[in-house]
């Protein structure tokens, strides 16, 4: 005969930890950014692990807070930084106690290398298992959020691609054409400014036209000097972070 089970009716089902992981998948059904899955998630954490102060962090050249949840210092003062740094060259989670109240902090499998910080009273010795698993799951959670947000940003980005082709063949004067283009280019790439370069094989030499920014609107340059000398040497492009 074959045996049939329902989720709810297995052992699991009642687990605190799995019934936590089910609500943080769920969210991030509703969820369309990071922020707005923190902001459903980690009020339930809080609960969950009966603790007093929760938070999600990335290291960035500082660490950065991206959702929190919990009594804190106004100003974050009261994160334990280096402990999470720790956390994520050891790849591993940790509990700690400090006075009468105990942190949990646990790495979370992401691009971003974020940590979940817990702090309160009743966090126990069984608590830290319990977080790596949460951590795990809101870490996965996380990354799968952020690769929806890219791919719809490159969707949006395609559509707006061909609308610009399609304002371009309207276009008959070249200088106006190439004005537009550096215009439609700051907007599909959220940037400040944008230039378009013109190759004069012959002179070396490569012309901004235009060089928005630029005084006259014309900018010169080498074609072997510089970010743009380099791109044209070796044809391949070049990304800088400032």
Known sequence: MPQWLRWN??????????????RIIDAAH????????????LPDLLVEFSASAVAVAHRQAEWIIAGRAGRFDRNGNDLPAPLFSEVLDRESGVREQQGQESLIVVPLPDENRSVLYLRGERLSPESLPAALAIGRVLGWTLACLSRVD??????????????LAQTFSRERETLPLLELMARRATQLLDCDRASIFI????????TACPALGVEGGRLWLPDDKGIVGEVIQTGRPVCVDD
């Open 150 to 163: 890219e791919c719809n940003g490159n969707v949006q980005r395609l559509r707006q691609t061909l609308e």
């Open 30 to 41: 509703e969820a369309s950014t990071e922020i707005e899955l923190l902001k459903a998630c």
């Open 9 to 22: 009716e297995t052992d699991w089902s009642g687990h605190a930890t799995v019934r936590l992981a089910e």
């Open 199 to 206: 190759w004069d094989r012959e002179q070396r030499q490569v």
